[in-house]
């Protein structure tokens, strides 16, 4: 009899901390796929993040660097230019990317360090409890948006990859989808060639990954999926931005 | 008079800043301080405050957009703990000599690293020389108090300082007490209207603020932040006699428990003076003389009155919630001892306590009463610099 599932080796035999139906378990599944494809559990370093991420040294089989809110594109350079030859990555929400951790996320960008980030975007600060984040859609209800994002009084959501794909340092940068499995496989492929990229010393590779929340969207993980495909991607179109050799 | 309310901490500070009705709160959510901008931006947006909520993306952009809202002449305030206060440090500098008197809800949390959500007092205790007031409160109805008092003390002509209300994470901010709520009017009519003397934009002449002084007069500014820092002493003890006559509520730069015929005492800050109160109760009801004080006013150091208030004490313990890492004491220790330095010769002792969120419950703190009363029975010290309740 032939095998058709196992847990990838890279993903620790442990029980998750998210919620039910959270993506964050499916994007950590999609990593050690690639890391047990790619033959690099052994050789890889992982950022951790501040976010429902922070417990992300639990899961991965890889040697773990756990980072301040926001500041894991510059630990993970730290960490990159001391051991070039190894594999560096990053695995962080919107708050901790797109919020506090802007100008790093730029800057490591800018500079095309050869680091690989995978960027969750759930358009929402998870783990302090369900706060507008900048990613968060006009209209979304959210604890510090009652009555939904008001972008006159708020602002617009920010476009990561879009913004990121102007910088002449980035040799490739996706927005993918967890919603379905076509998408998910998808995600999957992406997250593959952006780790490639890195073997192959090409530069910085970020993944944005549209993700749910369900827990803080106050939906079903059903209705969350149907919400991510009916309201994020409208907002947040999938495809590759920067694909450079 | 006002009405009684079961609320958290949180809560509490929430509806008294919705009661002050500030100009501009900027925020960005950090746990266990998250539910009082959070529950501040219900209220903007149930259009029950005039405020510019502002939830920004960092705590280095909330301090940086309270300091640009307080120089154009805004009543400012916001909330942070542990790691948003230590990204907030650079502004905090600035926020003090600057003059602005923002005020600030400082819940406090453990500093990363390692990282920890729960309570120790080593986030504030990191910003004590950053030219802020600190008050620190025991439960939910002093966090309430010192917040609306914060705003007087602050806008003080002679202060014009930022303040800090810092109180426990989770243990104050979050559990639920029934408290005490001032009228709204009252309050109102008690922190004013804010009147800054310089501001941008202001119709009296041009201003510039925050300009870089170089050698020449930085050392006169410093000085003049000095000196407001001890003003601030006295304005507060004003303020507080003000808020005593306005609610029945009496607050000094300590709380002095038992302390009249005390022979040992234990000094300490926020909370855990709840939990050392039981003890000290129960030690008094077997004749021990036992006493305990709890600093309300951490800046400006009350040394004086502290000098006064264990001078001839046979022995004092001080429990700091946060290391020194200095190789001699926490910072309440080494404040304690240095202003009895020459004034009086009373044995202290240090136990540092309670570190991430580690429980102290009243056996610990009968620990820390014994020791005390072996000092005093034998004159003798076996150790100054010790750990409450450690795996070791
Ligand atoms: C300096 C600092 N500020 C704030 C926080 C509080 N904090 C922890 S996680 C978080 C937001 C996380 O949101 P996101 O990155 O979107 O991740 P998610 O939890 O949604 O996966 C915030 C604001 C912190 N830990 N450090
Ligand atoms: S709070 Fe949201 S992001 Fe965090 S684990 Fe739960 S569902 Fe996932």
Redesign the pocket.
């Given at each position: 009899m032939s095998k058709l599932y196992e847990r990838p080796k890279s993903l620790c035999d442990v029980p998750m901390h998210?919620?039910p139906?959270?993506t964050?378990g499916i994007a950590h599944r999609l990593i050690a796929e690639v890391m047990d494809e790619l033959g690099i559990e052994g050789e890889t370093v992982g950022v951790a993040p501040v976010g429902?991420a922070v417990f992300a040294y639990d899961y991965f089989e890889c040697d773990m660097q756990e980072a301040a809110h926001g500041r894991a594109p510059a630990v993970a350079t730290g960490i990159k230019r001391v051991i070039p030859d190894r594999i560096v990555f990053t695995y962080q929400g919107d708050g901790d990317l797109a919020a506090i951790g802007t100008a790093e996320t730029v800057h490591a960008a800018a500079r095309g360090e050869n680091i690989t980030v995978i960027f969750i975007n759930?358009a929402i600060y998870?783990?302090t409890g369900g706060q507008m984040a900048p990613t968060s859609l006009p209209g979304q209800f959210t604890q510090t948006s009652p009555y939904g994002r008001d972008v006159k009084k708020q602002g617009y959501p920010v476009r990561i990859s879009e913004m990121l794909s102007t910088l002449d340092g980035p040799s490739y940068i996706e927005r993918v989808s967890l919603d379905s499995v076509p998408n998910i496989n998808n995600a999957k492929k992406a997250i593959k060639k952006a780790f490639q990229k890195q073997i192959d010393k090409k530069g910085f590779s970020l993944v944005e990954v549209l993700s749910?929340?369900?827990?803080?969207w106050g939906l079903s993980p059903v209705e969350s999926m149907k919400w991510l495909k009916d309201n994020m991607i409208p907002y947040y179109p999938l495809g590759v931005f920067k694909d450079v050799d | 008079m006002g009405k009684r309310d079961r609320l958290s901490g949180n809560e509490a500070v929430a509806v008294a800043m919705r009661q002050i009705n500030p100009d501009v709160v900027a925020a960005f959510p950090i746990t266990p301080s998250t539910e009082v901008p959070q529950y501040f931006a219900a209220f903007a947006n149930d259009g029950l405050v005039d405020t510019e909520f502002v939830p920004v993306e960092s705590e280095h952009s909330a301090m940086s957009a309270c300091i640009g809202a307080e120089a154009a002449g805004a009543r400012t305030m916001t909330a942070t703990s542990a790691n948003g206060l230590a990204y907030m440090w650079e502004m905090l500098y600035i926020a003090a000599s600057s003059r602005l008197p923002i005020v600030l809800a400082a819940v406090n949390r453990a500093l990363s690293g390692p990282i920890n959500i729960h309570n120790d007092h080593s986030d504030t205790m990191g910003a004590r020389d950053s030219g802020w007031v600190q008050l620190y409160g025991e439960t939910n109805q002093e966090a309430y108090d010192n917040f609306i008092m914060a705003v007087k003390i602050a806008e003080h002509p002679d202060v014009c300082l930022p303040v800090m209300d810092c109180y426990d994470g989770f243990i104050t901010s979050h559990s639920v007490e029934v408290i005490e709520l001032l009228d709204d009017q009252d309050v109102k009519n008690f922190v004013g209207e804010y009147k800054p003397k310089a501001y941008l934009n202001n119709p009296n002449g041009k201003v510039s603020m925050g300009p870089l002084d170089m050698p020449a007069y930085y050392f006169e500014h410093k000085r003049q932040q000095a000196e407001a820092m001890k003003n601030a002493k006295r304005v507060i003890l004003e303020v507080s006699e003000e808020f005593y006559k306005l609610t029945g509520r009496k607050y000094g730069l300590f709380e002095e428990y038992k302390m009249e015929d005390a022979e040992v005492a234990i000094v300490l800050l926020n909370s855990t003076a709840g939990t050392a109160k039981a003890v000290v109760d129960e030690l008094r009801s077997k004749g021990v003389k036992a006493g305990l004080i709890k600093i309300r006013v951490f800046r400006p150091f009350p040394v004086d009155e502290i000098v006064a208030a264990l001078k001839g004490l046979k022995a004092v313990a001080v429990m700091d919630k946060a290391d020194g890492f200095n190789g001699a004491g926490g910072p309440l220790f080494t404040d304690i001892t240095s202003a009895l330095y020459g004034k009086a010769d009373v044995k202290v002792i240090n136990y540092i306590y309670g570190l991430g969120g580690r429980d102290v419950r009243t056996d610990d703190i009968e620990v820390v009463y014994d020791e005390l009363l072996k000092i005093a029975e034998t004159g003798s010290v076996k150790s100054v610099y010790n750990y409450l309740g450690i795996k070791e």
């Open positions: 998210y919620c139906g959270c964050h429902c759930n998870g783990m749910t929340c369900p827990t803080n | -």
